[in-house]
């Protein structure tokens, strides 16, 4: 074997090593939300005030409350008319316009905005912020939809007695188990845990599957020829 082969090869290796590497951590992922469906039903905290029978499921620090926000406007259009000057300050001069103005102010488009940062808690019957000026209610009651932006790291909620989302900012690195607690707390909700672990064994059946095969190794449907 040449050293250009050797060399291709031990890329290979290494390659397949990375992405046996992530899988296994994928497997260990799943295997411990489904642990965690079958075993966990919440618990107490002192750090919010819970409903009776209310259970936390998870809580997220240093989360930010997004509301939209317009964005820079103009004015566009022109003027007619003519300016004079009525003082002098500093040896510029201050002029006043006489005439009419033809045109019209263009509002900026709507700009997310962090308006404010806290805690972020998640039970079996609600989401609730609670920042250092604002506070947020999400009661599964009253839930229509919502929405995870994965580029974002964020939930968009929308509820029945409110016109805007409530969304919060939470970051991407937190996301992954943002969502599988606010799913499992709301299974719990919804009397659905037996089919959120259907759903999560039938994930880990089909990413077993998957596993990395290492280049040029045999496998038992490798047929040899003499």
């Given at each position: 074997?040449?050293?250009?082969?050797?060399?291709?090869?031990?890329?290979?290796?290494?390659?397949?090593?990375?992405?046996?590497?992530?899988?296994?951590?994928?497997?260990?992922?799943?295997?411990?939300c489904?642990?965690?469906?079958?075993?966990?039903?919440?618990?107490?905290?002192?750090?919010?005030?819970?409903?009776?029978?209310?259970?936390?499921?998870?809580?997220?620090?240093?989360?930010?409350?997004?509301?939209?926000?317009?964005?820079?406007?103009?004015?566009?259009?022109?003027?007619?008319?003519?300016?004079?000057?009525?003082?002098?300050?500093?040896?510029?001069?201050?002029?006043?316009?006489?005439?009419?103005?033809?045109?019209?102010?263009?509002?900026?488009?709507?700009?997310?905005?962090?308006?404010?940062?806290?805690?972020?808690?998640?039970?079996?019957?609600?989401?609730?912020?609670?920042?250092e000026?604002?506070?947020?209610?999400?009661?599964?009651?009253?839930?229509?939809?919502?929405?995870?932006?994965?580029?974002?790291?964020?939930?968009?909620?929308?509820?029945?007695?409110?016109?805007?989302?409530?969304t919060?900012?939470?970051?991407?690195?937190?996301?992954p188990?943002?969502?599988?607690?606010?799913?499992?707390?709301?299974?719990?909700?919804?009397?659905?845990?037996?089919?959120?672990?259907?759903?999560?064994?039938?994930?880990?059946?089909?990413?077993?599957?998957t596993?990395?095969?290492?280049?040029?190794?045999?496998?038992?449907?490798?047929?040899?020829?003499?």
């Open positions: 074997m040449g050293w250009l082969e050797e060399r291709r090869q031990k890329k290979a290796e290494e390659a397949y090593q990375s992405e046996l590497t992530k899988w296994q951590n994928q497997i260990d992922n799943l295997s411990a489904i642990k965690l469906a079958q075993t966990f039903n919440g618990e107490q905290s002192d750090q919010i005030i819970l409903h009776s029978g209310e259970a936390l499921y998870f809580y997220v620090t240093n989360c930010s409350l997004i509301e939209e926000r317009a964005g820079p406007g103009h004015w566009t259009g022109k003027s007619s008319g003519f300016s004079i000057p009525v003082a002098h300050i500093d040896g510029s001069a201050i002029r006043y316009r006489i005439g009419a103005s033809k045109g019209h102010f263009e509002s900026g488009e709507p700009v997310e905005k962090a308006i404010d940062s806290g805690t972020t808690f998640i039970t079996d019957t609600r989401v609730v912020y609670q920042g000026n604002q506070t947020r209610e999400i009661d599964y009651s009253k839930l229509i939809a919502y929405n995870h932006d994965q580029q974002k790291g964020e939930t968009s909620f929308s509820l029945s007695n409110r016109q805007k989302p409530i919060i900012h939470y970051g991407i690195n937190v996301m188990a943002f969502v599988f607690r606010l799913s499992l707390a709301m299974s719990h909700y919804k009397n659905s845990v037996p089919q959120l672990i259907q759903q999560l064994e039938q994930s880990l059946s089909k990413l077993q599957q596993k990395p095969v290492l280049p040029n190794s045999t496998n038992d449907n490798q047929v040899v020829r003499e």
